[in-house]
């Protein structure tokens, strides 16, 4: 597999950083106890305020010609914990990061859903502006300059919530995210700042799974606060049990395919192990569940796991082939979906695609991408065409640019994302005719 450790260590670092953004340790500038029961906020804590002349700098270097406008003013970053549900619907304290632009966020609030990781310092709810190239960046330089605030949930299981986190489980995720914007414009108010009353959704990844799920609530909600101006989910999981499920399937011819498989098979294993009391070796063979269960839980960094997946599977001698490592049992029932198996029940229980959206929509997706096949993206956008949804409510923005990859990409989907919230469809550059 790896002619030497060092051939190993130079894969493994590529590969995370190809797949995971480092987000860095919060600091801690100001603390604001606000009256618990506040829309559902427990706490506020300013952990820090990134200047103009920071800001503009990042988005030069990030963007360059493609920069939207600058930056005026400062940003105040929020950590935040709020009153939501963890993945048994049972009440649950939360956290998440809140950022306000020091003038008021006229033009609305942001809600940002963040891609996949285990760690939890890599949580938004960690992030204290420093930290080049990480999603809670990316975000922040991709909205705040256009009025807008952003609010990110760390999810559940996730910074500080001890429960385990439900991966892929979109549908259950999309409630952290759905529970922040109360608390979100409740600390706009505290601290003097305005919040229009505009609401966006996006997110990448994981997040635009959690991004499309959140939609689809939203609009079964008959409160106010949840009405979606428009949302703009951005190289998502959203079959799950189909395009998610056969891309799990397939043989990769390389080590990176198949640890991201395994890593991400992992995630969700170690989910049900965690709340369903299953066992892990019902799912991997002995060698690799015993890595699993001791790599996941939120206090291993994404690239030790990535490096103990991959010498797991050397010794095991996986010849990349994902049903070397899992059993023969699980084999057979992710073949066959069957749903009698909890990890093809919560594949299945968590598609959202087949919904006919009424908020205005835009899907975003890298082509050619071999981490989240596009094809999530093409069964959702011609299922919703199939329910009716027009070209007035629904588009598509496909990034075609061999030079990114699945990470490199969030930059230019959330650069689509601003251009769709500021100007509508005809705001979107090369928008995609189908």
Same mark, same amino acid.
């Given at each position: 597999?790896?002619?030497?450790?060092?051939?190993?260590?130079?894969?493994?670092?590529?590969?995370?950083?190809?797949?995971?953004?480092?987000?860095?340790?919060?600091?801690?500038?100001?603390?604001?106890?606000?009256?618990?029961? =506040? $829309?559902?906020?427990?706490?506020?804590?300013?952990?820090?305020?990134?200047?103009?002349?920071?800001?503009?700098?990042?988005?030069?270097?990030?963007?360059?010609?493609?920069?939207? !406008?600058?930056?005026?003013?400062?940003?105040?970053?929020?950590?935040?914990?709020?009153?939501?549900?963890?993945?048994?619907?049972?009440?649950?304290?939360?956290?998440?990061?809140?950022?306000?632009?020091?003038?008021?966020?006229?033009?609305?609030?942001?809600? *940002?859903?963040? +891609?996949?990781?285990?760690?939890?310092?890599?949580?938004?709810?960690?992030?204290?502006?420093? +930290?080049?190239?990480? $999603?809670? !960046?990316?975000?922040?330089?991709?909205?705040?300059?256009?009025?807008?605030?952003?609010?990110?949930?760390?999810?559940?299981?996730?910074?500080?919530?001890?429960?385990?986190?439900?991966?892929?489980?979109?549908?259950?995720?999309?409630?952290?995210?759905?529970?922040?914007?109360?608390? =979100?414009?409740?600390?706009?108010?505290?601290?003097?700042?305005?919040?229009?009353?505009?609401?966006?959704?996006?997110?990448?990844?994981?997040?635009?799974?959690? &991004?499309?799920?959140?939609?689809?609530? #939203?609009?079964?909600?008959?409160?106010?606060?949840?009405?979606?101006? =428009?949302?703009?989910?951005?190289?998502?999981?959203?079959?799950?049990?189909?395009?998610?499920?056969?891309?799990?399937?397939?043989?990769?011819?390389?080590?990176?395919?198949?640890?991201?498989?395994?890593?991400?098979?992992?995630?969700?294993?170690?989910?049900?192990?965690?709340?369903?009391?299953?066992?892990?070796?019902?799912?991997?063979?002995?060698?690799?569940?015993?890595?699993?269960?001791?790599?996941?839980?939120?206090?291993?960094?994404?690239?030790?796991?990535?490096?103990?997946?991959?010498?797991?599977?050397?010794?095991?001698?996986?010849?990349?082939?994902?049903?070397?490592?899992?059993?023969?049992?699980?084999?057979?029932?992710? !073949?066959?979906?069957?749903?009698?198996?909890?990890?093809?029940?919560?594949?299945?229980?968590?598609?959202?695609?087949?919904? &006919?959206?009424?908020?205005?929509?835009?899907?975003?997706?890298?082509?050619?991408?071999?981490?989240?096949?596009?094809?999530?993206?093409?069964?959702?956008?011609?299922?919703?065409?199939?329910?009716?949804?027009? &070209?007035?409510?629904?588009?598509?923005?496909?990034?075609?640019?061999?030079?990114?990859?699945?990470?490199?990409?969030?930059?230019?989907?959330?650069?689509? &994302?601003?251009? #769709?919230?500021? +100007?509508? *469809? =005809?705001?979107?550059?090369?928008?995609?005719?189908?």
């Amino acid at each position: 597999m790896f002619s030497n450790q060092k051939s190993f260590n130079r894969f493994a670092a590529i590969l995370f950083l190809t797949l995971f953004a480092i987000f860095p340790q919060s600091g801690s500038t100001q603390n604001n106890k606000l009256p618990v029961g =506040a $829309e559902g906020l427990v706490s506020s804590q300013r952990t820090a305020t990134i200047t103009a002349a920071q800001f503009n700098q990042r988005m030069n270097e990030v963007y360059a010609s493609s920069a939207p !406008e600058h930056l005026r003013d400062s940003l105040n970053l929020y950590k935040v914990t709020y009153r939501s549900r963890d993945a048994n619907g049972r009440n649950a304290v939360l956290s998440g990061l809140v950022v306000i632009p020091s003038n008021g966020a006229p033009n609305g609030l942001v809600v *940002f859903n963040h +891609g996949t990781t285990v760690y939890n310092g890599h949580m938004p709810s960690r992030f204290n502006g420093s +930290g080049k190239g990480t $999603e809670p !960046e990316t975000a922040i330089l991709a909205f705040a300059s256009g009025g807008y605030a952003i609010a990110m949930p760390d999810y559940i299981g996730q910074g500080d919530h001890t429960g385990g986190h439900p991966y892929p489980a979109s549908v259950v995720n999309s409630y952290a995210g759905m529970d922040l914007i109360k608390p =979100a414009r409740a600390v706009g108010r505290t601290n003097n700042l305005d919040i229009g009353n505009a609401l966006y959704i996006t997110g990448y990844s994981e997040g635009g799974g959690v &991004a499309m799920a959140q939609v689809r609530e #939203f609009e079964r909600s008959n409160d106010s606060a949840y009405r979606v101006t =428009a949302a703009a989910p951005a190289s998502g999981p959203y079959d799950l049990s189909g395009a998610t499920r056969e891309f799990m399937l397939e043989h990769p011819t390389d080590q990176a395919g198949f640890v991201v498989r395994t890593y991400l098979l992992g995630d969700l294993v170690y989910f049900l192990h965690k709340n369903k009391g299953v066992k892990i070796t019902d799912y991997f063979k002995p060698s690799m569940a015993f890595t699993i269960n001791n790599a996941y839980g939120g206090k291993t960094k994404d690239e030790d796991i990535i490096k103990r997946i991959g010498v797991t599977a050397l010794l095991m001698r996986s010849k990349n082939n994902i049903f070397n490592v899992v059993t023969p049992s699980f084999k057979r029932a992710i !073949e066959t979906t069957d749903t009698r198996n909890p990890a093809v029940k919560l594949l299945k229980d968590n598609d959202c695609y087949d919904w &006919a959206p009424r908020s205005k929509m835009l899907l975003i997706n890298l082509d050619g991408d071999t981490i989240v096949t596009p094809k999530n993206t093409q069964v959702a956008f011609q299922t919703m065409r199939r329910l009716g949804v027009g &070209a007035g409510t629904l588009r598509r923005a496909i990034i075609r640019d061999s030079s990114l990859n699945h990470i490199t990409a969030v930059p230019a989907a959330m650069l689509k &994302a601003r251009q #769709f919230f500021d +100007g509508g *469809f =005809a705001g979107v550059r090369d928008l995609d005719e189908n």
